[in-house]
T-cell receptor
Framework: GESVGLHLPTLSVQEGDNSIINCAYS??????FIWYKQESGKGPQFIID?????DKRQGQRVTVLLNKTVKHLSLQIAATQPGDSAVYFC????????????FGKGTLLTVNP | NAGVTQTPKFQVLKTGQSMTLQCAQD?????MYWYRQDPGMGLRLIYY???????DKGEVPNGYNVSRLNKREFSLRLESAAPSQTSVYFC???????????FGPGTRLTVT
């Protein structure tokens, strides 16, 4: 079936480095994508989203890139800080009047001081 | 503006007991969701309510029932709890399709 997955289950970086978290999706009908951050013991928190008519969107220290040709989504975090340590999920909405999101399993980002 | 609130935060049940998890949102969102999160499984959708008065099954509905009490509240009921239902349960709400979902802090449920 259709699914959203992540290439790397864990990522460890040094404080100040840039981080890149990847996500593959298989539903070509998906038209809306979201990245969530989940800290230990808390609910997922919205980071940034992108619609399928865009290739790139920037927020504060974060950038999401969408490559529809290869069905790939990435989250870039600039100047990673210890507070960025968390599990990051990508999610997709498969389009139309679809109220459901499909979530990937998550990548654990660890930032070493 | 509290966002999405869930009660209780923690619960321990014995096999066969029943309970209701409560969720409320104050953002005037139309859609509400219940997920469970297990280690290595990500978030799996149990039930959702696209609008007040409607509910639909998600990926893992067996053993659960839901009630959309009004626009603000969406409850999840376990009629006869089983150890396989030990999990962290998250409620979420969304303004409309094509927008992000906002999550509550979760309920950590253990069934012994």
């Amino acid at each position: 079936g259709e699914s959203v997955g992540l290439h790397l289950p864990t990522l460890s970086v040094q404080e100040g480095d840039n981080s890149i978290i990847n996500c593959a999706y298989s539903n070509s009908a998906s038209d809306y994508f979201i990245w969530y951050k989940q800290e230990s013991g808390k609910g997922p928190q919205f980071i940034i989203d992108i619609r399928s008519n865009m290739d790139k969107r920037q927020g504060q220290r974060v950038t999401v890139l969408l490559n529809k040709t290869v069905k790939h989504l990435s989250l870039q975090i600039a100047a990673t800080q210890p507070g960025d340590s968390a599990v990051y999920f990508c999610a997709e909405n498969s389009g139309g009047s679809n109220y459901k999101l499909t979530f990937g399993k998550g990548t654990l980002l660890t930032v070493n001081p | 503006n509290a966002g999405v609130t869930q009660t209780p935060k923690f619960q321990v049940l014995k096999t066969g007991q029943s309970m209701t998890l409560q969720c409320a949102q104050d953002m005037n969102h139309n859609s509400m969701y219940w997920y469970r999160q297990d280690p290595g499984m990500g978030l799996r959708l149990i039930y959702y309510s696209a609008s007040e008065g409607t509910t639909d099954k998600g990926e893992v509905p067996n053993g659960y029932n839901v009630s959309r009490l009004n626009k603000r509240e969406f409850s999840l009921r376990l009629e006869s709890a089983a150890p396989s239902q030990t999990s962290v349960y998250f409620c979420a709400s969304m303004h409309d399709f094509g927008y992000e979902q906002y999550f509550g802090p979760g309920t950590r449920l253990t069934v012994t």
